[in-house]
């Protein structure tokens, strides 16, 4: 069965909502930044006449088609770029493609200045509310369309393993983010350090595959993909990452518009990387109820809490993959 992915706040959330995309207007294209060539017919100048309400961008191969629902203080282009620019640092990771061949983009304005609730269906459509009083460094400083964006490139597993397709949204985010230049590496070890706890097992816990509280769905998932990233870096003298391992599966087709079983996303995971390392990750934190010792770790990588803040001591045995993990 095909699922939403859903966010209402800083940190991610989940609701179920289907049929939310209703049919598009005219179209006009947005300039894209120079990530190969589309895989997809580029609209030439006889299209349909602009809509207010609708702009079309073309990145790295995939179709964007935008369109704002009710009046806000931004406009069409406003949010055609965010949506864009969202778009360019997901294909850029992605070694220059967009994992989907398009996505239909809702914008629906509400009452506020931020962004809101956001929604991802079937690696098609995504549907985010914003305030209407948002401007556009508010949309520019946001992580919601990324995360939700990011749904589209991994494909849907059953409703037992949620907790691998949340978890690697919530990993990646900020990491696509701070390669585009979006935010900075403390700000994501910040939030990193003040949220990666909830992953951890509770008693009681019997391992991601069996545990759907909201911790282990969100922030388990993303422990997961951190412990996975941190180990294959280490194995392999950083020339493997999760990178390798995301990207080898998109190739596979593995994208938001497939169905796949955790078995296979775990056995391309290893044939990607030449390694057992997600398999026997996914032994200990999905199959049983494995812990990490994210202190140590926090150690290791050089990453120190100062307060709500956080400082990165370039002098920590493990600072050179810190610093990889943001960057590379």
Not at 234 to 243: F, L, N, P, V, Y
Request: contains cysteine; glycine residues 12%.
């Amino acid at each position: 069965m095909r699922r939403n992915h859903g966010r209402v706040s800083d940190e991610p959330q989940h609701v179920h909502r289907r049929g939310f995309i209703g049919a598009l207007g005219g179209t006009v294209l947005v300039g894209c930044g120079p990530l190969g060539s589309p895989s997809v017919p580029v609209p030439e100048a006889a299209s349909p006449p602009a809509d207010e309400n609708h702009r079309r961008a073309l990145v790295g191969g995939s179709v964007l088609d935008v369109v704002r629902d009710g009046r806000s203080s931004v406009s069409i282009d406003d949010l055609a770029t965010w949506a864009r620019d969202s778009a360019t640092m997901i294909a850029d990771y992605y070694g220059g493609t967009f994992p989907v061949p398009g996505l239909e983009i809702t914008l629906v304005a509400s009452r506020g200045s931020r962004v809101g609730f956001g929604q991802h269906q079937d690696g098609r459509w995504i549907r985010i509310r914003y305030g209407r009083e948002i401007t556009t460094a508010t949309l520019a400083n946001d992580w919601v369309m990324v995360h939700e964006m990011l749904h589209a490139t991994f494909p849907d597993l059953p409703d037992g393993q949620r907790w691998m397709q949340e978890g690697l949204s919530t990993y990646l985010e900020p990491i696509v983010r701070a390669r585009g230049g979006a935010t900075t590496a403390a700000e994501v070890w910040r939030r990193w350090t003040a949220n990666m706890h909830h992953g951890r097992p509770d008693a009681g816990d019997r391992g991601l595959d069996h545990t759907h509280s909201w911790g282990s769905t969100y922030w388990g998932g993303t422990l997961f993909w951190f412990v996975v990233d941190v180990r294959l870096r280490e194995a392999t003298a950083g020339k493997r990452s999760i990178r390798d391992v995301v990207t080898h599966i998109a190739k596979m087709g593995g994208n938001g518009r497939a169905n796949w079983s955790t078995a296979k996303v775990v056995e391309q995971g290893d044939r990607a990387t030449g390694t057992t390392i997600v398999s026997a990750a996914y032994e200990e934190l999905a199959r049983a109820r494995g812990d990490v010792d994210l202190e140590a770790l926090w150690a290791r990588l050089g990453v120190i809490r100062d307060g709500e803040a956080v400082r990165l001591d370039d002098g920590a045995p493990g600072a050179a993959l810190r610093r990889a993990i943001t960057s590379a």
